[in-house]
C-alpha cells in the first residue's frame, strides 16, 4: 500500500516536472524580443539620442569608454530622471590590450557633516524624510568625476572631454521634445519637483503641470554647466563656481554639503570581484557594491542544481533559485557597506565552501520562512531611478555602466543657476541598525552614515567572460531588484541557452529576504506559481522592472538587446 502511494507520488511529481518543463516553453516574455546585430561595435542603453551620440564615437574610432562618457553625458540631459550629473555610480571596464578588468567606483560620499544621527527623528527613530525627501539626503555628487577619470586613464586619447561633452550641450540648448519616457515618469514626480523653483522652472508648465509628450524640454542652465566643464574639466565642478553653486543650493534647503566635500571628492579604481559558474567567468563591481558579491553567491549555491534539466521556469528552479537569493540578501544586510570603512568579507562570501555551507539550509521542497534565515558565518578576517547601459567596441574593450540619482529624480532639487537635478542616495545608508531604506532592504552597523562614507549599492554593472574574452556585458537600474535582474539574465543566457533578447524579456523574480514574499512578473505559467504557492512561497505579482540593456559577444557578431521594459530603450551597432 505504502509502496504503491509512493510510486504514485512518484509518478506525480515527475508529471509534475514533466509539465513544469512543458510550462517553461510558455513562459511569456514581458515584450516581444528585439535583437540587434552588428559586427564592430554596440550600445544597448536607456535613450535612443544617448545611444546614437554613442554609436557615432564608435564609429569615428573611439573606444568603449569614449563611448561610455558621451553617453553618460547624454543621458543627464535626455533621460533627467536617471541619467545625471548629480549622482553617482559604478563602471566597470574591460581593457582588450592588457586584458584586464578594472572597476570605477564613483559611488556619492557621506558629507563631513553626516553622522549617525543625521537620519533620526528626536525619538532616535529613523526618519525618511530626511534621507530621502530633505537636502540632508544628498550625496557629494560623483558621476562628473567618474566620467573624467575613466575618459583620462582609459579613453582611446582620440577624443577630448570637451568633443564628447558636445553633443550634451547642443541637445540641451537647443531642447529634445519629450517623449514617452520621460513624459510616463514626469507626472509621478512632479509634486517632489514643484517643491524647488528651480526644478519647476525647467520641468514644469508656469501652470505647475508637468511637461507633456512632444513638448521642449530646454535646459539652458544645464547647457553652461556642461559648457564650463568641457572648458575647464571636472576641477570646474568641484572647485569652481558649479561647486559655489551646488553649496548654495543645498545649504539654502538645510543640507549640508560644504566646498570641501565637493573638492576632496576623488573616484577610485578598485579591483573587481570575480567568480566563476559553469565554466564562465563572472566579473562584477566590488564594494561599497553589493551586487557583484551576492550574484556569485548566489550563483554558486545554484551551481550544485541541474537548473537547465529541471528547466527555466519549473517550481524546482524558481524554488531554488528564491532560497538562495534569501540567503545572499540575509548576509548583505549585515555584512556590506563602504570598503573603505569597514571591512567586508568578500573572499568568504564569493567563496564556493561558503555556498556549500549556505546551500545546506536550503530545503529542496519547502519555502523557508524569512524570520528561520539569518545572514551566514562569515568572520572578519583578522588583523526609485538608475540607468544602465552597455557598450562593446571594435577593439574587442567593453563597458557596463550604472548610474543613478537613487529616486526618479533624485531628491528633485535642480542645483539654482546650474541646471542639474541632485540625489537622496545618503538614503541607501542604514539610518540605524536594523533600519530599511526605501527599496526595504535591510542594514546594520557596516552600512552605518559616517562621514566621507560611501552608501551601500545594490548596482551591479557585470561582464561574463568565455574563455578569457568578455561574453555577456549587462546590469540594471532597479534598487533591490538589480542584484536578482542581473543574475537571472546571466542564467537565462548561460544556464538555460536562452538567446540574449528573450533572456532579458522573460519575466523575472524576485525576493530579499525581507519582506518574505517574492515578486512575481507577469508571463510565469500559473501551474508554476501554484506549485510555489504550495510549497510556501508567498508570491506577490507586481513588476520586478529594471531595464537590463545588454550586449551578447558571439562568434558571428555582436548582440545587442535593449530592455523595453524601459520605454524608449535601444541597441544600435555598427
Ligand atoms: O545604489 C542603489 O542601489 C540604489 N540607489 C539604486 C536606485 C535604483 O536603482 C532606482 N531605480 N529603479
Known amino acids: 500500500m505504502l509502496r504503491s502511494i509512493r510510486i504514485a507520488t512518484l509518478a506525480l511529481f515527475a508529471l509534475a516536472c514533466a509539465l513544469g518543463q512543458a510550462a517553461a516553453q510558455t513562459a511569456q516574455p514581458l515584450f516581444a524580443p528585439r535583437p540587434v546585430v552588428a559586427q564592430h561595435g554596440m550600445i544597448a542603453g536607456p535613450e535612443r539620442h544617448a545611444t546614437m551620440i554613442g554609436l557615432e564615437i564608435l564609429k569615428n574610432g573611439g573606444n568603449a569608454v569614449d563611448a561610455a562618457v558621451a553617453v553618460a553625458f ?117 509634486e517632489r519637483l514643484a517643491r524647488w523653483p528651480a526644478s519647476a522652472k525647467i520641468f514644469l508648465n508656469p501652470d505647475g503641470t508637468p511637461l507633456r509628450r512632444g513638448e521642449l524640454l530646454v535646459q539652458t542652465d544645464l547647457a553652461a554647466t ?85 528547466g527555466a521556469y519549473t517550481t524546482e528552479t524558481l524554488h531554488f533559485m528564491i532560497e538562495a537569493m534569501k ?39 519547502r519555502a523557508k520562512p524569512a524570520t528561520e534565515i539569518r545572514a551566514g558565518d562569515a568572520p572578519l578576517p583578522e588583523g526609485k531611478h538608475t540607468a544602465h547601459f552597455s557598450i562593446v567596441d571594435q577593439y574587442g574593450n567593453a563597458v557596463a555602466n550604472t548610474y543613478t540619482l537613487n529616486f526618479n529624480y533624485g531628491l528633485g532639487m535642480v542645483v539654482d543657476g546650474a541646471g542639474f537635478l541632485l540625489n537622496n542616495e545618503l538614503d541607501d545608508f542604514a539610518a540605524k541598525p536594523g533600519a530599511v531604506n526605501a527599496f526595504g532592504l535591510l542594514g546594520a552597523e557596516a552600512n552605518a552614515p559616517a562621514p566621507g562614507k560611501r552608501p551601500l549599492s545594490s548596482m551591479s554593472p557585470t561582464i561574463v567572460f568565455k574563455d578569457g574574452k568578455p561574453f555577456l556585458v549587462t546590469g540594471s537600474p532597479g534598487g533591490s531588484r538589480i542584484i536578482t ?27 530579499q529576504w525581507l519582506p518574505d514574499e517574492v515578486a512575481i512578473e507577469e508571463g510565469i505559467p500559473l501551474a508554476v506559481l501554484r506549485a510555489l504557492e504550495a510549497r510556501g512561497h508567498k508570491l506577490v505579482q507586481r513588476p520586478v522592472t529594471g531595464a537590463a540593456h545588454s550586449i551578447l559577444v558571439t562568434p558571428n557578431g555582436l548582440i545587442g538587446a535593449a530592455d523595453e521594459r524601459r520605454l524608449g530603450a535601444l541597441a544600435a551597432g555598427h
Open 74 to 190: 547624454a543621458l543627464a540631459v535626455t533621460q533627467p530622471d536617471a541619467g545625471n550629473l548629480g549622482g553617482g555610480g559604478f563602471m566597470l571596464v574591460y581593457l582588450a590590450d592588457r586584458n584586464e578588468t578594472i572597476a570605477i567606483d564613483y559611488r556619492e560620499t557621506a558629507p563631513a557633516a553626516i553622522n549617525r544621527a543625521s537620519f533620526l527623528d528626536a525619538r532616535g527613530d529613523p526618519d525618511p524624510e530626511k534621507s530621502r525627501n530633505s537636502a540632508l539626503a544628498v550625496g557629494v555628487p560623483a558621476t562628473v568625476a567618474g566620467l573624467a577619470l575613466a575618459l583620462e586613464k582609459y579613453g582611446s586619447g582620440k577624443f577630448t572631454l570637451a568633443q564628447l561633452i558636445a553633443p550634451a550641450i547642443a541637445l540641451s540648448k537647443n531642447g529634445i521634445p519629450i517623449e514617452a519616457d520621460v513624459a510616463e515618469t514626469l507626472p509621478r514626480a512632479a
Open 226 to 310: 556642461l559648457e564650463l566643464i568641457a572648458r575647464e574639466g571636472p576641477r570646474a565642478f568641484y572647485e569652481g563656481s558649479i561647486a559655489e553653486k551646488i553649496v548654495h543650493s543645498v545649504r539654502a534647503a538645510n543640507g549640508v554639503i560644504t566646498l570641501d566635500d565637493l573638492k576632496n571628492y576623488r573616484a577610485v579604481v578598485r579591483a573587481p570581484v570575480r567568480g566563476t559558474y559553469r565554466g564562465f567567468d563572472i566579473v562584477s563591481m566590488p564594494p561599497p557594491a553589493s551586487g557583484g558579491v551576492h550574484i556569485i553567491e548566489i550563483l554558486n549555491m545554484l551551481e550544485a542544481y541541474p537548473l537547465r534539466s529541471l
Open 327 to 365: 540567503l545572499a540578501y540575509a548576509d548583505r544586510a549585515v555584512f556590506l557597506g563602504d570598503p573603505d570603512f569597514v571591512t567586508v568579507p568578500v573572499e568568504r562570501l564569493i567563496s564556493k565552501a561558503y555556498a556549500a555551507e549556505r546551500r545546506a539550509i536550503i530545503d529542496p521542497a
Open 485 to 511: 535582474i542581473v543574475l537571472q539574465v546571466i542564467l537565462n543566457v548561460i544556464e538555460h541557452g536562452m538567446p540574449l533578447a528573450d533572456a532579458v524579456a522573460a519575466p523575472r523574480i524576485h525576493h
